[in-house]
């Protein structure tokens, strides 16, 4: 059973920076493909960032390119997301999912991982 714990939301400015960062135990972790989502009131949940076990296939969202980027360092069992240029509009739960498989096609596809975190909570002031 893999684990995930999400760290390092909270409350910051329009145009300042956070870095999430997403804890796995009991699996694998240099053979899963990880991804971040979000989720704002009354919202579904969407992606935001994923990358694949190698570290070499990574995708963002349209609305966060060129001011997320997301990471992975094997050695601490941990994928970060880091979040620039933040907006009001980011605010959400931010979630990180790993899927039990090293390769995944589509990054962006909600239905592509097995585990979730419990989330995050985002919140940009204007």
């Known amino acids: 059973q893999v684990q995930l714990v999400e760290s390092g939301g909270g409350l910051v400015q329009a145009g300042g920076s956070l870095r999430l960062s997403c804890a796995a135990s009991?699996?694998?972790?240099?053979?899963?493909?990880m991804g971040w989502f979000r989720q704002a009131p009354g919202k579904e949940r969407e992606f935001v960032a994923g990358i694949n076990a190698n570290g070499r296939m990574t995708n963002l969202a349209g609305s966060v390119k060129g001011r997320f980027t997301i990471s992975r360092d094997i050695a601490k069992n941990t994928a970060y997301l880091q979040m620039n240029s933040l907006k009001p509009e980011d605010t959400a739960v931010y979630y990180c999912?790993?899927?039990?498989?090293?390769?995944?096609?589509?990054?962006?596809?909600?239905?592509?991982?097995?585990?979730w975190g419990q989330g995050t909570q985002v919140t940009v002031s204007s």
């Open positions: 999912a790993v899927a039990v498989r090293a390769y995944v096609a589509d990054l962006s596809g909600v239905n592509a991982y097995d585990y």
């Open positions: 009991g699996g694998t972790f240099s053979s899963y493909a």
